[in-house]
């Protein structure tokens, strides 16, 4: 069945600085990649998704890419504030009658 | 507009013991699920269920039941509480009939069985 791996597992970054973060999946069949932010103590939040027809897709300062070939996902923050402190988690799936396979998380880290 | 709300917050558990977990959405949605979430492991889905009367199995589904009672309402029974199924659960709905869809989730559920 498919599988995601989510890298790193804590990231730390300067505010005002970009991030990054890498979703590798394992079954080329999948085609909707969502990616969630879970503040502390909070419910997880849909902040930006991709399906397999696009490769690039943006929202502001957050941006998700998508290599179909090499079945990874990467979710781009620019210019990082306090507020983007959180869990970030990424998922795949391969179609409506799928569920969704989840990555393990990231914590974003935003130094003052 | 309340979006899915759960209940409880908080329980704990004696081994053995039974309970359910209530989910409601007020947000006409279709779909409604229950996850567990445990450190390190990302979101597990329990189960789905796409409309009032069915339900499919998750990716954990031993050891747990749900009930779709109407279509805003779906619960999650725990008939025989264990110590791995301590964990938070978040109960989830989206619009449409399927996996592709934004998710709404809930508060969540802070389960402690001893």
């Known amino acids: 069945g498919e599988n995601v791996e989510q890298h790193p597992s804590t990231l730390s970054v300067q505010e005002g600085d970009s991030a990054v973060i890498k979703c590798t999946y394992s079954?080329?069949?999948?085609?909707?990649f969502p990616w969630y932010k879970q503040e502390l103590g909070k419910r997880p939040q849909l902040i930006i998704d991709?399906?397999?027809n696009v490769g690039e897709k943006k929202d502001q300062r957050i941006a998700v890419t998508l290599n179909k070939t090499a079945k990874h996902f990467s979710l781009h923050i620019t210019e990082t504030q306090p507020e983007d402190s959180a869990v970030y988690f990424c998922a795949a799936s391969r179609g409506p009658w799928d569920q969704l396979i989840w990555g393990a998380g990231t914590k974003l880290i935003i130094k003052p | 507009n309340a979006g899915v709300t759960q209940t409880p917050k908080f329980q704990v558990l004696k081994t053995g013991q039974s309970m359910t977990l209530q989910c409601a959405q007020d947000m006409n949605h279709n779909s409604m699920y229950w996850y567990r979430q445990d450190p390190g492991m990302g979101l597990r889905l329990i189960y789905y269920s796409a409309s009032e009367g069915t339900t499919d199995k998750g990716e954990v589904p031993n050891g747990y039941n749900v009930s779709r009672l109407n279509k805003r309402e779906f619960s999650l029974r725990l008939e025989s509480a264990a110590p791995s199924q301590t964990s938070v659960y978040f109960c989830a709905s989206s619009e449409g009939v399927g996996y592709n869809e934004k998710l709404f989730f809930g508060s969540g559920t802070q389960l402690s069985v001893l």
């Open positions: 991709i399906r397999s």
């Open positions: 079954d080329s069949a999948s085609n909707y």
